[in-house]
């Protein structure tokens, strides 16, 4: 190996980022944040190799033969790099065939755009003077540090710029930001082909090594997850030292999520620890770790019953509904100095379900039985209600107020699920004497309601196949059966077969209003 040229600018780390991924904000980091792509012609390409890596197994293979003129390795940054903070600039090279030529281009943003635009006059390329392997001193068969702060480079397509090496044009050139890079291997004219391998580029703090993972990224999740469903985490980790070093993942799991599976499994003893020695220089690997979030499993059964006289308001609600939340993974990386923490943000889905909301309220006499059965995807109730309108008192600081409250009742049965709503409201009523039952589910639906009512009804009812709207006003005898079910091979909805006979209570005349 030759020796190596500006030592004291090389810079040797540890490089591991942690990827931070959220459903409304995003920071991705990958193991470089630099984005490569080999060029590939008839007569010339550049491709991955693992016949030869200088750091890792890996390396860019460039060839060219016959007619070809050149290969290329095109680097994109992420962010444009100011040129004056570019301090690194090197890569090795390891010559095959022929004495092919080598230059550095770098391209410029000047006008703001973080892009390079050969007709804007306010960017600019600035590329090196080619010079072949032999004018650099490079051996053949052997791996050769390049530093880019050792050729001459020119402004392209501007002669009135002299000549000067790199750090000259990193102090005219202030204010411009580096976007793209070129490398490229000219061939030989003397002979049929001309192949080099190139490996472990750094430009600045980045690096470039072509190893299958570099490119990944560090943490990686999904954006969403279902309720009682798996995350499936990725952290993928690589060792840019030069030397061989011990790495350390440890993982911080949300406290809404219960450990699964891990791939390679964690050390012994843990689930969230994973301990890699002596983890050779240019070596990268993946853990994936397996979670599952927390489904909500509620069951709960109410028998109850009242009755009494004077002023009653009451109100129920009951709901399968979850709103969705997110659950956090927090992730440490540590190795020797360096130490790195993030974390990456699943939303979980919110559970669409039923919901059931029901109360009465009046002075008088008033008697209910009601029979609740509710778990996380159904809901069941049974009630009777008789409540009959009369003057009350109620006692406040011993003062007594008269009450005199018309009856009104109401329940609203939803089904978000299956997108069904029944809503039955009954007021200014002297009686009431209801029964209902209903049932809220993913397969079947239904409200039964009878009753005998002196007052005013709004009942309404929509499913996906259309919607009902009745007012009645007056003394009337109610029976109404509406049911939604789910076939096994299809979905079929039948509107409400809603029976209703009305017959007076009292003898005088009634009203009835249909809108």
Not at 63 to 82: E, H, W
Not at 218 to 234: E, L, M, R, S, V
Not at 452 to 471: C, E, H, M, N, Y
Request: hydrophobic share 35%; with cysteine.
């Amino acid at each position: 190996m030759s020796k190596l040229l500006h030592s004291e600018r090389s810079l040797i780390f540890l490089l591991i980022f942690i990827i931070l991924t959220q459903t409304w904000i995003f920071n991705a980091y990958c193991l470089t944040n630099l984005d490569y792509y080999l060029s590939k012609s008839k007569y010339a390409e550049a491709s991955l190799s693992d016949q030869m890596g200088f750091h890792g197994s890996n390396s860019a293979s460039l060839s060219v033969v016959n007619k070809g003129t050149y290969s290329r390795v095109s680097i994109y940054l992420d962010d444009p790099m100011p040129l004056e903070e570019l301090d690194l600039f090197s890569m090795w090279i390891n010559p095959q065939l022929g004495n092919g030529k080598i230059q550095l281009d770098l391209l410029l943003d000047g006008d703001g755009s973080d892009s390079y635009d050969s007709k804007s006059s306010q960017d600019a390329r600035v590329r090196s003077i080619s010079r072949s392997w032999s004018d650099l001193g490079m051996s053949h068969s052997q791996w050769n540090e390049l530093d880019g702060f050792d050729l001459d480079f020119e402004k392209y397509g501007d002669k009135s710029v002299p000549i000067s090496d790199l750090d000259d044009f990193r102090n005219r050139m202030k204010g411009m930001g580096v976007v793209r890079i070129y490398i490229t291997l000219y061939k030989d004219p003397a002979i049929p082909e001309t192949t080099a391998f190139i490996d472990y580029i750094k430009i600045g703090d980045e690096i470039i090594s072509f190893e299958p993972l570099e490119e990944e990224d560090i943490k990686d999740g999904p954006k969403t997850a279902t309720p009682g469903g798996q995350i499936t985490y990725t952290i993928t980790y690589g060792n840019n030292q030069m030397e061989p070093t011990d790495l350390v993942v440890s993982e911080e799991y949300d406290s809404r999520t219960v450990f699964v599976d891990a791939s390679p499994e964690p050390d012994a003893g843990a689930n969230n620890i994973w301990t890699f020695r002596n983890l050779p220089p240019g070596s990268h690997g993946q853990i994936k770790i397996i979670m599952k979030t927390v489904k909500p499993a509620v069951k709960a059964n109410i028998d109850s019953n009242v009755h009494g006289r004077g002023l009653t308001s009451t109100r129920g609600s009951i709901s399968t509904n979850f709103d969705g939340y997110p659950v956090t993974n927090s992730v440490k990386i540590s190795a020797g100095e360096f130490n790195f923490t993030d974390s990456v943000t699943t939303i979980i889905k919110p559970i669409v379900g039923s919901s059931l909301v029901f109360g009465e309220h009046g002075s008088g006499s008033y008697q209910a039985e009601e029979i609740l059965d509710y778990n996380s995807v159904s809901i069941s109730a049974k009630r009777d209600i008789s409540a009959s309108f009369s003057p009350s008192r109620v006692n406040l600081s011993l003062h007594s107020i008269p009450i005199e409250e018309s009856w009104s009742a109401g329940i609203l049965a939803e089904n978000d699920y299956r997108d069904l709503v029944w809503s039955d409201r009954y007021f200014e009523a002297s009686l009431l004497n209801l029964s209902y039952k209903t049932s809220l589910g993913k397969t079947l639906s239904y409200l039964e309601t009878t009753g005998q009512i002196t007052g005013i009804a709004d009942r309404s009812f929509k499913w996906p196949g259309g919607v009902t709207d009745l007012r009645l006003d007056g003394n009337f005898t109610l029976h109404s059966n509406a049911r939604w079910k789910k076939a096994s091979t299809s979905v079929s909805s039948s509107p409400p077969k809603d029976e209703l006979e009305c017959c007076p209570m009292i003898q005088e005349p009634q009203t009835l209003e249909s809108i």
